[in-house]
């Protein structure tokens, strides 16, 4: 089954022409240009997760089993109330309005719209996710974006995935994909979803599916356009916004939010108005992006509106036409365009988002790629290493697009999630004594980068410092500010910890932000030209903070040996090691205090950049190198004089 990537998409040149240095770096201008994601070039990007069922900001039971609360089945009928899903979906810097492809084989029981996998008590090793799919392309504007999915023909094997993992108990590899047979015969298509913006506002979209089997295939493809609900939580639902249609020569899907309320949360001039999703002539389906009550809770759980947001589902799937709306309007709708596929050959469909009427929209989108897609090259031929080879050019670009690939609109509010938005309805009473109760000022509303938006489509905390380092590379404002965002108010608790992750904000990370400060510090002042201390000041009082609450919490002996948490390399236990051992025992970790020891040199180095233009900061720069000294005698020689380091075991 193994194919070029870049086979469709050209997007695996990494290289330009000879005369490459002579050729302006039209993607360095964009991201020169901006300076927030509530506008520009960045405003609109791959932002929709890989997943938001079975995620803990999407659970409401009283048992805090997220997996178990919204499933993947359940997920094409509940409306979600933090933020959408989709396969190689794009939306907007608040995630008001989303597009994706959805496709369908005339085989499977439901449209493939979002990314299957096992959850923990399915795999034979976690949760994983199973279908196929790979970051071709990206850039930092996301000018220019290409994602690869491997859509079998055969029925996808949903129950057969679930039932091999679980025979294998542990044992062995995991059962994926291609074990199944599905791919028997190349009957597969590799579908590339490709976006390029002519400007900010307006995004070309070409949809190209290859059948790489050797009979004819059916494909259904479903460009899909909603509105994130809303509107529909508290004790009386809000205004809609509306989705309608216009036809003449193609067609034109138009989005308006114009009379909707914006969340406080929002910045009140932020609004998009009137979106435009030109294409082809093709039948279009209209729902409401509104919960299924049975199929998503059961028998005897009613729904607020007739038409909900599985509609598409049973119409196309199960042959029930009354589920979509016959107005020609809603608040989710669909082009239904149905190909099929000769054997070695492909079909391209061309759509336009934008924010303005645009005649003959089409006509020009092959153009904006050819013009973003040799753009591209010229930005990351400028990136790579001089004297790199290819295969390591196109690593390192494929590297890239796969953490540019992986950023989502992040939309959290504890405090509201855990009381709930009506107050007829609230959570069960047990979740205020669940997970993230100590953190009810958390409030993300930003773009964040995500360790997997499948695996982990939450921020992770010392994962975000560790990617900020490779952000770095082709964008250091992004990387900045999502090292600020986690010591910004908003993140930062009270006490000065910073919080882990979603699945419990109050686990320890290794503490790494200082030395990702200093890393990114130093590569934007040498690779920009530009030493900005301002910024370093900034994230240096906050950790500041972030320290003093390590020293207060994790070193309770006062003996500089700190404990607990999720401190290793993953070194993942058999316990729980946030938690009290048997008779209130406390673990007291070498790796955590190691970590703490490069704590205190990072904030060194800081204060000392600092104090070249302040020498108040001169006296900091002392004390931690002080305190770093205390930590390295405690490994040496903890009480009565014993090391943390066992030379006879040598661990």
Not at 618 to 641: C, N
Request: proline fraction near 6%; include cysteine.
């Amino acid at each position: 089954m193994a194919r070029d990537a870049s086979d469709a998409s050209g997007a695996g040149d990494a290289s330009v022409s000879a005369g490459a240095s002579d050729v302006v770096d039209r993607e360095r201008a964009r991201i020169a240009e901006i300076a927030d994601d509530h506008a520009g070039w960045r405003r609109w990007g791959p932002y929709v997760s890989d997943r938001s069922w079975g995620t803990v900001r999407e659970d409401y039971s009283a048992d805090g089993d997220a997996w178990g609360y919204l499933t993947y089945d359940r997920a094409r009928a509940k409306a979600y109330r933090w933020g959408e899903d989709g396969i190689a979906g794009i939306c907007d810097r608040y995630q008001l309005l989303c597009f994706a492809p959805s496709f369908w084989n005339e085989r499977d029981p439901h449209l493939k719209e979002r990314l299957f996998g096992v959850t923990p008590s399915e795999g034979n090793h976690g949760e994983d996710v199973k279908d196929y799919y790979f970051h071709v392309d990206n850039t930092p504007s996301h000018a220019y974006m290409c994602l690869l999915y491997k859509y079998p023909q055969a029925a996808f094997p949903y129950g057969a995935l679930v039932e091999g993992n679980q025979r294998r108990a542990g044992q062995g590899p995991e059962y994926e994909l291609i074990d199944t047979g599905v791919f028997d015969g190349d009957r597969y298509f590799d579908v590339f979803i490709e976006y390029a913006k002519a400007d900010p506002e307006d995004l070309a979209i070409r949809i190209t599916a290859h059948n790489r089997g050797p009979e004819a295939a059916p494909l259904h493809i479903l460009p899909t356009l909603w509105f994130r609900n809303t509107w529909a939580w508290g004790a009386a639902a809000g205004p809609e916004p509306a989705i309608t249609c216009e036809r003449g020569g193609g067609v034109c899907l138009i989005a308006d939010d114009r009379e909707v309320p914006l969340d406080p949360n929002i910045p009140g001039q932020y609004r998009l108005g009137l979106r435009y999703l030109y294409g082809p002539a093709a039948p279009v389906l209209f729902t409401d992006n509104e919960t299924h009550g049975e199929r998503a809770y059961g028998p005897g759980n009613a729904s607020r509106k007739l038409h909900t947001k599985d509609a598409f589902h049973r119409a196309i799937c199960e042959g029930d036409a009354a589920t979509v709306r016959p107005d020609g309007r809603g608040t989710k709708a669909a082009l239904h365009y149905r190909q099929v596929v000769p054997p070695g050959g492909c079909v391209t469909l061309r759509l336009r988002l934008t924010d303005r009427p645009t005649p003959a929209a089409l006509t020009a989108v092959d153009a904006i790629f050819a013009a973003r897609k040799a753009e591209a090259d010229v930005f990351y031929e400028r990136i790579a290493p001089p004297g790199a080879t290819a295969d390591e050019r196109l690593v390192q670009r494929r590297a890239l697009a796969g953490l540019l690939w992986t950023k989502q609109s992040y939309l959290f509010d504890v405090a509201r999630w855990l009381d709930g938005d009506d107050p007829a309805h609230p959570p069960p009473a047990e979740r205020r004594r669940a997970r993230n109760a100590h953190w009810r000022h958390l409030n993300s509303m930003r773009v964040m980068s995500m360790p997997d938006k499948w695996e982990y489509p939450w921020f992770a905390a010392w994962d975000l410092a560790f990617q900020s380092i490779a952000f770095a590379l082709v964008d250091a404002r992004f990387a900045k500010d999502q090292l600020w965002m986690l010591l910004f108010e908003q993140f930062q608790h009270p006490s000065g910890q910073l919080p882990a992750y979603e699945w419990e904000f109050g686990d320890l990370n290794p503490p790494v932000h200082a030395w990702a400060v200093w890393r990114v510090y130093n590569m934007d002042r040498i690779r920009n030209g530009h030493a900005d201390r301002e910024w370093l000041e900034r994230c240096f009082h906050k950790l500041l903070i972030n320290f003093a609450s390590w020293v207060n919490k994790v070193d309770r002996d006062g003996n500089n040996v700190f404990e607990g948490g999720f401190l290793g390399l993953d070194n993942i236990t058999v316990f729980d090691r946030s938690e009290p051992g048997p008779g209130g025992a406390v673990l007291e970790q070498s790796d955590a205090t190691g970590w703490m020891g490069m704590f205190c040199l990072n904030l060194m180095r800081i204060a000392l950049e600092l104090a070249r233009g302040n020498p108040v900061y001169e006296g900091m720069a002392s004390k931690f190198l002080q305190h770093y000294v205390y930590v390295a005698h405690a490994m040496k020689q903890m009480d009565q004089g014993a090391p943390l380091f066992d030379s006879a075991d040598g661990f």
